[in-house]
């Protein structure tokens, strides 16, 4: 299940991508994802800051192939947490994903985060439609 690899193929906005990613999926276990825009390139051990955006969070539920719920606190919005719940259901031809994000400090964050979960999304279906 921890396979960070995969999701440094999907996660993150338009223009921006995921350079590193560290997941310990297990209730209370740690995440933290990286996220820096697509035309800057890495440098390596480079701190958080204006070029490299990470977003930190514990694991709170698990049930495998059904439910992940995670808190999400990201640099970008210091004082913030909310939470994350990833439901996964199988239809016919595939598995429907629903993401609730909740607890927001502020309606601009909330609507920053739909963007971002929307471009993370497409980044996913378009991986997983590559034949």
Excluded at 57 to 80: I, M, S
Aim: glycine share 10%; hydrophobic share 35%; net charge negative.
């Amino acid at each position: 299940m921890d396979q960070p690899e995969i999701m440094q193929q999907w996660m993150g906005p338009v223009g921006r991508h995921c350079p590193s990613a560290s997941l310990d999926v297990r209730v209370g276990g740690a995440y933290r994802i990286e996220i820096v825009p697509d035309n800057l390139p890495p440098i390596e051990g480079e701190a958080c800051g204006e070029r490299r955006t990470a977003a930190i969070g514990n694991y709170t539920k698990v049930v495998p192939n059904q439910l992940l719920q995670f808190t999400w606190a990201a640099d970008w919005n210091p004082g913030e947490q909310s939470l994350v719940t990833v439901s996964l259901k199988d239809v016919d031809g595939g598995t429907e994903i629903t993401i609730l994000h909740e607890n927001f400090n502020k309606e601009a964050s909330r609507d920053g985060h739909n963007q971002g979960w929307a471009g993370s999304l497409d980044k996913l279906a378009a991986m997983v439609e590559k034949p």
